[in-house]
């Protein structure tokens, strides 16, 4: 599975957009991004998931460039609810028995007024 | 559509008793995942298993911890003889069978195991 490098924390105010970068410069062909967001004593929630190029949803977009050794998940107009642990994920679904996640310490995003 | 289910929520023992973790995945899901959170750390996988089956158990210690998924009835987690250093949270997770597409997992609400 590649390993991913995150920011440990990041600060912003509500309103603005924010954008978390996570390198993986061992990805593998076959392997997806997956974003994750867990809020306190709760379990991970999916955000976005993508190969290559844009993905986008009402939550979330995710950029990847051609060479795919780096992602960013990018946060519209950021509110307090937004705050949050940030976790970015690479594997393909097949190795290791299946869809076995491998979560490194994510990012931790605080808003404020 | 009812999410993932895990109880109980808290759950308190003294060092040396057991610990059973219930999670019963979302309706048609077929496969379960159990993580553990230590505070301040991301999740760490266990245990990947399908009804009657585990598929991967990796992540889970050699000793004092086991899975099932029965036919019938939740997954359980089991921790025997535990020690302050089994306190976490325990995450349950479940999916349907997995393809060449990573599929989303869904998280219950955790477990929070506190041994005194």
């Known amino acids: 599975l590649a390993k991913t490098t995150q920011p440990i924390s990041m600060d912003s105010y509500e309103g603005q957009e924010v954008n978390i970068t996570c390198s993986h410069n061992?990805?593998?062909?076959?392997?997806?991004i997956t974003w994750y967001q867990q809020f306190p004593s709760q379990g991970p929630r999916f955000i976005i998931q993508?190969?290559?190029t844009k993905v986008t949803n009402e939550v979330a977009s995710l950029f990847i460039p051609a060479d795919r050794k780096s992602s960013t998940l990018s946060l519209p107009r950021v509110s307090l609810s937004d705050t949050a642990v940030y976790y970015c994920?690479?594997?393909?679904?097949?190795?290791?028995?299946?869809?076995?996640?491998?979560f490194g310490t994510g990012t931790q995003l605080k808003v404020e007024l | 559509n009812a999410g993932v289910m895990q109880n109980p929520r808290h759950l308190v023992r003294r060092r040396g008793q057991e610990a059973r973790l219930r999670c019963s995945p979302m309706?048609?899901?077929?496969?379960v995942y159990w993580y553990r959170q230590l505070p301040e750390e991301g999740l760490k996988f266990m245990v990947y298993?399908?009804?009657?089956?585990?598929?991967?158990e990796s992540g889970m210690p050699k000793e004092r911890f086991s899975a099932e998924f029965p036919k019938e009835g939740p997954s359980i987690l089991r921790i025997q003889q535990v020690v302050r250093g089994d306190s976490a949270a325990y995450f349950c997770?479940?999916?349907?069978?997995?393809?060449?597409?990573?599929?989303?997992?869904?998280f219950g609400p955790g477990t929070r195991l506190t041994v005194t």
């Open positions: 997770a479940s999916s349907p069978p997995p393809s060449g597409v990573p599929y989303e997992q869904y």
């Open positions: 061992n990805i593998a062909t076959n392997d997806y």
């Open positions: 993508g190969y290559k």
């Open positions: 994920l690479v594997g393909d679904g097949l190795t290791g028995g299946g869809n076995k996640l491998t």
């Open positions: 309706k048609g899901h077929s496969h």
């Open positions: 298993l399908q009804k009657e089956n585990i598929i991967d």
